[in-house]
């Protein structure tokens, strides 16, 4: 079965500092979305990713996919205190009548004024 | 105008009992979802419906039992609550289809149950 591994587990970092965030996953992704959660709150879609060097951008927050699908990784600029939560990668998995998606652990975010 | 809702946002209750918890999506989506998020912010998969159709059932005890009355909306019923069913339930929604040729099926979440059992 597939698995996704987050790194770091956790990040405190100063704002206005860059940070990445990266997840790796045991087979070829097929579909990697990038989620943040925030305390007591649903999960925000940030990105999706598809193709092997893919690179998708909303504001300050970057999102890539390698190459051979396998890893990607989340780089925020300039951190702000409203980036900090949790940020989920899921892979989609499964054929076209049953798909779903699969979870990394996440990793906790903290701005530090 | 919220896109996926549910109800209750929290629930706490006893050992034993028989519980629900509701959700509605109002962005026309086919697919609707059931994930489970535990202590350790885990997000598993339970369910997932496709035009009121169950599609996936991830090895969930029998206790739980999805309903879908129509497509907009999935609902979840948990009889005779255990401690360990504790948890954050996320509902979500997604629809299935092509653009540009590639599967696209961003799933939209709702803002979460937490499942106290005392």
């Known amino acids: 079965s597939q698995e996704l591994e987050q790194s770091p587990q956790s990040l405190i970092v100063q704002e206005g500092k860059n940070l990445t965030i990266n997840c790796t996953s045991s087979?070829?992704?097929?579909?990697l979305y990038w989620y943040k959660q925030k305390y007591g709150e649903g999960l925000i879609f940030l990105m999706m990713l598809q193709k092997g060097g893919e690179e998708k951008s909303h504001e300050k927050i970057t999102a890539k996919l390698d190459e051979k699908k396998q890893q990607s990784s989340l780089h925020i600029t300039a951190s702000q205190p409203s980036h900090a939560g949790i940020y989920l990668c899921?892979?989609?998995?499964?054929?076209?009548?049953?798909?779903?998606?699969?979870f990394g652990s996440g990793t906790r975010l903290s701005i530090r004024p | 105008d919220t896109a996926v809702s549910q109800t209750p946002k929290y629930l706490v209750t006893q050992m034993g009992n028989d519980k629900s918890i509701k959700c509605e999506q109002n962005l026309g989506h086919d697919t609707m979802y059931w994930y489970k998020q535990d202590s350790k912010k885990f997000l598993k998969i339970m369910f997932s419906y496709n035009n009121k159709e169950l599609i996936i059932n991830e090895t969930v005890p029998n206790r739980f039992s999805p309903k879908s009355p129509d497509k907009a909306h999935l609902n979840l019923h948990i009889n005779s609550l255990e401690l360990g069913d504790s948890a954050v339930y996320f509902c979500a929604s997604s629809q299935r289809g092509l653009a540009g040729g590639q599967r696209q099926e961003t799933q939209y979440f709702g803002p979460g149950t937490r499942l106290l059992v005392l």
């Open positions: 899921g892979a989609r998995v499964g054929g076209s009548s049953a798909s779903k998606i699969i």
């Open positions: 087979k070829t992704l097929y579909g």
